[in-house]
């Protein structure tokens, strides 16, 4: 789950993470007010999901409170469009209202887990400002990795290599070090699945400041956190991805025209491949789960119909635990009761298959039957192009 970047500082200022004195507005009067309080330059920043604000015109200087007033209602309604945001971009509803800083370097911190050591990693970079991705692409060199032990936690030693490998000095190193452990400590006991600081900024006089947070918490830990429920914006997620969670359906909307109704995540992501290669493009990734039922299929129906684009529909179920002729039975049922109006292509594989294909083909609804996985990708991205 993502939040803002006004709420993850909050959650950071209550780990002890400094972090720059704001105030969220939602109307340019309140900008004004609270650029008022804080006096001198100000920074109004967009408050949307999404990266590249800045270059995107979502963040700008205000060097009083009438000027912060003009610039709020500039953004306060705009359509913001970033690389993260795609064409359409995203409406802006609320600016933070934060006081300028003096800045001398920007840097860039974060932990994520590192899924192949099963440990969280430390990154840091001189590159400040900068996607990670970017400098990872372009300049790897310039990429610090500290990995942390979960039995022991970050170390002191492991802190003082980023503080120096940052080039840090004197007071800014000291700072950095309760910055670093304020952090840890803030992404392990909130169960976050990403922290990226990013700028990181010194500025002047030695202090060390998030002046962006990008935080997102693990979805399978939210239930010992009631309290991020109220957090979440669902302004900002995708339409179709929160009806989908309504019915407990694991999807996520892509650009392509085949939809695909899967169980299992691997499975998902190796049908996507699979439309790809058939020449055909994944409108979406739908994980039904372990149970096909005829009322998880058709819900799965109805959420992957909702796309426009979508032109043709390949279901991909491995009966392991559940029976491919329930399954079966379940998705004749469903599509009796619904106008599904593209092709749709089945392909059951696992226990009972074959009484499952027979009852696909002897059914009065329209399907076309997939014997093997290559050749329901190949039927669907057939029917699509037609």
């Known amino acids: 789950m993502k939040i803002h970047e006004y709420q993850g500082k909050e959650l950071l ?38 990266g590249g604000r800045g270059k995107g015109g979502g963040v700008k200087l205000a060097h009083s409170a009438e000027e912060a007033e003009r610039i709020a209602s500039e953004i306060v309604g705009m359509t913001l469009v970033t690389h993260q945001t795609g064409p359409d971009g995203k409406e802006v509803g609320k600016v933070l209202v934060e006081e300028g800083l003096e800045i001398e370097r920007e840097l860039y911190l974060g932990i994520v887990l590192d899924r192949t050591t099963s440990q969280l990693v430390f990154m840091a970079s001189t590159e400040g400002g900068v996607e990670i991705e970017k400098v990872a692409a372009e300049t790897p060199e310039k990429i610090l990795k500290e990995y ?59 202090r060390v400041l998030a002046l962006d947070a990008k935080i997102s918490f693990d979805d399978n830990a939210l239930y010992r956190h ?21 019915y407990d359906l694991n999807y996520i909307k892509l ?41 998880t299929v058709k819900n799965g129906f109805k959420i992957i119909l909702s796309d426009e684009n979508v032109k043709g529909i390949l279901i991909n179920i491995f009966g392991g635990i559940v029976r491919c002729d329930r399954v079966a039975k379940g998705v004749i049922e469903a599509a009796s009761t619904m106008d599904i109006g593209v092709p749709v292509v089945v392909r059951l594989e696992g226990t009972n298959a074959e009484e499952a294909a027979r009852l696909l083909e002897e059914s009065d609804i329209s399907f076309e039957v997939g014997r093997t996985f290559h050749e329901a990708a190949q039927k ?4 699509v192009g037609r």
């Open 380 to 383: 669907v991205a057939a029917a």
């Open 255 to 295: 650009d392509g025209e085949v939809g695909c109704m899967v169980n299992g995540a691997g499975l998902a992501m190796a049908t996507m491949d699979m439309i790809h290669i058939a020449g055909s493009e994944p409108a979406n990734f739908l994980d039904v789960g372990g149970g096909a039922s005829a009322e």
């Open 148 to 206: 942390i032990d979960p039995s022991v936690g970050l170390q002191a030693f492991q802190a003082r290599k980023l503080a120096f490998g940052l080039g840090l000095q004197g007071e800014q190193v000291k700072n950095a070090l309760k910055f670093f452990a304020a952090l840890y400590k803030a992404y392990v006991e909130s169960d976050c699945s990403m922290a990226e600081i990013n700028p990181l900024v010194v500025t002047r006089d030695g």
């Open 226 to 246: 009631k309290d991020f429920y109220d957090l979440r914006d669902l302004d900002e997620e995708e339409p179709l991805e929160v009806e989908a969670s309504k």
């Open 13 to 50: 200022r209550k780990f002890g993470v400094e972090v720059p004195q704001g105030f969220l507005a939602h109307t340019p009067a309140e900008a004004r007010k609270y650029a008022t309080e804080l006096g001198g330059t100000v920074v109004i920043k967009a408050q949307i999901h999404a």
